[in-house]
């Protein structure tokens, strides 16, 4: 987990070996707005959802949290809250999948996840780590929508 962590971290900065001045394109309308350092970077919540403890053996049940997970996503997204969000192949860790929050405190991001049917069930439970990033990470949003077929 550490690697993964370590990973996340340090890719940001791999930009910064190109070639050119870092401020050659520097936009500060557009870096304030979206809340940039001067590195172009902010703090996240990273959240590292794993298997909870709960079992669940009614699949109709189960099946009808992780549709409201979904749907919590989709509020989440909605309200600029969430940014990122996916899951993880099969992996002996457990580990599940991913939220990267534009929330400020792990104490506000719990707030949210606490708004998560899987989560709140225990089928799912969260880490919450700060995560030093790219400010410019909530742009993505509106290209993945011009990209993707369906949202299911």
Do not use: C
């Given at each position: 987990?550490?690697?993964?962590?370590l990973?996340?971290?340090?890719?940001?900065f791999a930009g910064n070996?190109q070639?050119?001045?870092?401020?050659?394109?520097?936009?500060k309308a557009?870096?304030?707005s979206l809340g940039?350092?001067?590195?172009?970077?902010?703090?996240?919540?990273?959240?590292l959802?794993?298997?909870?403890?709960?079992?669940?053996?009614?699949k109709?049940?189960?099946?009808?949290?992780?549709?409201?997970?979904?749907?919590?996503?989709?509020?989440?997204?909605?309200?600029?809250?969430l940014i990122?969000?996916?899951?993880?192949?099969?992996?002996?860790?457990?580990?599940?999948?991913?939220?990267?929050?534009?929330?400020?405190?792990k104490?506000e991001?719990?707030?949210?996840?606490?708004?998560?049917?899987?989560?709140?069930?225990?089928?799912l439970?969260a880490?919450?780590?700060?995560?030093?990033?790219s400010?410019?990470?909530?742009?993505?949003?509106?290209l993945?929508?011009q990209?993707?077929?369906?949202?299911?």
């Amino acid at each position: 987990m550490l690697r993964l962590l370590l990973l996340l971290v340090l890719v940001p900065f791999a930009g910064n070996a190109q070639t050119g001045s870092a401020g050659d394109n520097y936009n500060k309308a557009l870096a304030d707005s979206l809340g940039a350092d001067q590195y172009g970077m902010r703090m996240y919540q990273f959240v590292l959802l794993k298997t909870g403890d709960s079992t669940i053996a009614d699949k109709e049940k189960v099946a009808s949290l992780f549709k409201g997970h979904m749907d919590n996503i989709g509020k989440l997204v909605a309200a600029h809250q969430l940014i990122v969000a996916g899951p993880f192949a099969k992996n002996p860790q457990q580990y599940r999948g991913l939220f990267i929050f534009t929330t400020k405190t792990k104490e506000e991001t719990a707030a949210l996840l606490a708004s998560d049917p899987a989560v709140k069930s225990g089928l799912l439970k969260a880490e919450i780590y700060g995560w030093y990033g790219s400010a410019a990470l909530p742009l993505y949003l509106p290209l993945h929508q011009q990209i993707e077929k369906s949202n299911h």
